[in-house]
């Protein structure tokens, strides 16, 4: 399991064991390289044409024409965050600054991909920290949600690698995240619960560690 | 929409001349046995290649007043054009292939996914190509049912002419140009003449035409016209009123944009009271 990365730790990633996560996010992070899409486009043209045909619709008509290639585009796309890597979106946008109190940014609407059956599962991610001498561009965090969701996920992992990122970037007192989502899989297919929601929360540090922080994040992110 | 095959078999009746006669409201002139007209039509059914456009790109006024010179399904025109596209469609699929089809949509999907990016041998990707095909197979199985087989039973003869309503149908639907969902709710509404349907076969027949590659305006076309077919009713409506993910998770980005579409057939179309009292009562509060 997961344990909280300590700051020795955090310096000198390549010295210390690496958690499956963090193999994961290694392989993940710019496995894709935006120069090659264009070029991957025919083969997935191609893929999308075979769907098409099997599932008994005629890919000469009108509507169908194009929609290969808008549909190889769209998932390109919807998994734009596999040539993201967080290093490159948050070196410039951390301050130091002398605040220690609780920075919260909620409500950022997500949308992500089920990487079981590859239908959309969207929802509103809050993401809370506490920062130790350093905070982040606010916009920053909603990048680092769009980099993590735009990749074929399965929610607790997305949870657990926005707060990551975050914990690593900034090594802030504590970082809580909670994602509240609908997963068209079961919505639309399967059991077809229309209003079931999935929420998933990852806290480390001193949101972990205190109840009473971790209750004043979770009361300041309740809609009102 | 433009394109498409234009039919080019006209039905027997059409040959003779009639003159479109605006601002009369269809209603059948002679009572038809449903029974009967199934096993005409059955006996007429035509195969043509798929040409759905055909359907939309007819004019929907001829549509209406052909309603008043031909009973029953076997005669309608807009049964015969129906023939060109829709039936070719309706059971383009058959369920039993399903399973033979799985190995190549497999494949392809794990051509997808290995263009995207992504290594296809971790543990949370292992099975996700045959769960895709299958999940892809379950979005579009409106392609092998009709709605002839569904509504058959549930027809029956009652003296109600006033309106009935369905509203709030949860509607799941796949955008035909980006293969990515789109959903919400159809209101439904017809006027009966003399013949009801049991109510949760107004949401099987959208059920039927949702669950394909869709565009919201044809679908919205399509639910209109089989009800009115099948009922022959004073009227029907259809609002349908959508979320298009394809505008909201990709694209332009609009996340509260929603996209609404109706048809009106009937008293609906050519009386506004009767249009204002649907709208007025499906309005959500």
Same mark, same amino acid.
């Given at each position: 399991s997961e344990s909280v990365p300590s700051e020795d730790h955090l310096r000198t990633r390549r010295s210390v064991k690496k958690s499956a996560l963090q193999d994961l996010q290694d392989h993940q992070e710019q496995?894709?390289?935006?120069?090659?899409?264009?070029?991957?486009?025919?083969?997935?043209?191609?893929?999308?044409?075979?769907?098409?045909?099997?599932?008994?619709?005629?890919?000469?008509?009108?509507?169908?024409?194009?929609?290969?290639?808008?549909?190889?585009?769209?998932?390109?796309?919807?998994?734009?965050?596999?040539? !993201?890597?967080?290093?490159?979106?948050?070196?410039?946008?951390? +301050?130091?600054?002398?605040?220690?109190?609780?920075?919260?940014?909620?409500?950022?609407?997500?949308?992500?991909?089920?990487?079981?059956?590859?239908?959309?599962?969207?929802?509103?991610?809050?993401?809370?920290?506490?920062?130790?001498?350093?905070?982040?561009?606010?916009?920053?965090?909603?990048?680092?949600? !769009?980099?993590?969701?735009?990749?074929?996920?399965?929610?607790?992992?997305?949870?657990?690698?926005?707060?990551?990122?975050?914990?690593?970037?900034?090594?802030?007192?504590?970082?809580?995240?909670?994602?509240?989502?609908?997963?068209?899989?079961?919505?639309?297919?399967?059991?077809? *619960?229309?209003?079931?929601?999935?929420?998933?929360?990852?806290?480390?540090?001193?949101?972990? !560690?205190?109840?009473?922080?971790? !209750?004043? +994040?979770?009361?300041?992110? *309740?809609?009102? | 929409m433009t394109g498409g095959r234009v039919p080019t078999v006209r039905h027997k009746a059409e040959a003779t001349s009639h003159h479109h006669q605006p601002g009369i409201s269809f209603r059948p002139t002679r009572k038809s046995d449903f029974a009967d007209t199934v096993q005409q039509q059955v006996k007429h059914r035509r195969?043509?290649?798929?040409?759905?456009?055909?359907?939309?790109?007819?004019?929907?006024?001829?549509g209406v007043t052909d309603f008043q010179r031909f009973n029953g399904f076997a005669e309608h025109p807009a049964e015969s054009k129906k023939a060109m596209g829709q039936r070719a469609l309706d059971t383009s699929r058959k369920e039993s292939e399903d399973e033979s089809k799985l190995p190549a949509l497999e494949a392809a999907y794990v051509t997808i996914l290995r263009g995207l990016g992504e290594n296809t041998d971790r543990q949370g990707l292992l099975k996700t190509p045959l769960r895709a095909a299958k999940a892809m197979q379950f979005l579009t199985k409106g392609y092998h049912e009709t709605v002839y087989d569904i509504l058959n039973d549930a027809i029956f003869d009652e003296n109600h002419e006033e309106m009935v309503i369905v509203k709030d149908i949860d509607m799941f639907s796949l955008c035909e140009h980006h293969l990515v969902p789109f959903f919400g709710k159809v209101h439904i509404g017809y006027i009966p003449s003399k013949k009801v349907v049991g109510?949760? /076969?107004?949401?099987?027949?959208?059920?039927?035409?949702?669950?394909?590659?869709?565009?919201?305006?044809?679908?919205? /076309?399509?639910?209109?016209?089989?009800?009115?077919?099948?009922?022959?009713?004073?009227g029907v409506a259809v609002v349908i009123e959508a979320a298009h993910m394809c505008m909201v998770m990709r694209g332009v980005q609009k996340m509260n944009s929603r996209?609404?579409?109706?048809?009106?057939?009937?008293?609906?179309?050519?009386?506004?009271?009767?249009?204002?009292?649907f709208l007025a009562l499906t309005k959500n509060k």
């Open positions: 496995s894709r390289k935006l120069s090659e899409d264009e070029s991957n486009l025919p083969a997935l043209q191609a893929a999308y044409r075979t769907i098409l045909r099997g599932l008994g619709e005629d890919t000469e008509r009108q509507g169908l024409a194009r929609t290969p290639l808008r549909a190889a585009r769209a998932m390109q796309f919807l998994t734009k965050g596999y040539h !993201e890597s967080v290093f490159d979106t948050l070196n410039d946008a951390i +301050f130091d600054e002398d605040h220690d109190e609780m920075v919260i940014v909620k409500d950022t609407d997500m949308f992500s991909l089920c990487e079981h059956h590859l239908v959309p599962f969207y929802g509103k991610v809050h993401i809370g920290y506490l920062p130790r001498k350093k905070v982040v561009g606010l916009s920053k965090l909603a990048r680092i949600v !769009e980099i993590y969701s735009r990749r074929l996920q399965v929610q607790e992992r997305l949870s657990k690698q926005i707060a990551v990122a975050i914990f690593e970037a900034l090594q802030p007192e504590g970082v809580a995240v909670v994602i509240e989502a609908t997963h068209m899989c079961m919505v639309m297919r399967g059991v077809q *619960k229309i209003n079931s929601r999935t929420v998933t929360s990852t806290m480390l540090g001193v949101f972990r !560690e205190d109840p009473k922080t971790r !209750e004043e +994040f979770l009361s300041l992110i *309740k809609s009102s | 195969r043509q290649p798929a040409s759905m456009n055909g359907v939309c790109n007819q004019s929907m006024v001829t109510l949760s /076969k107004l949401a099987r027949v959208v059920e039927i035409y949702s669950r394909r590659l869709q565009v919201q305006e044809r679908l919205t /076309k399509q639910i209109a016209m089989a009800i009115s077919e099948a009922l022959q009713p004073i996209t609404v579409t109706s048809a009106m057939l009937g008293m609906f179309r050519d009386d506004p009271k009767t249009r204002e009292e």
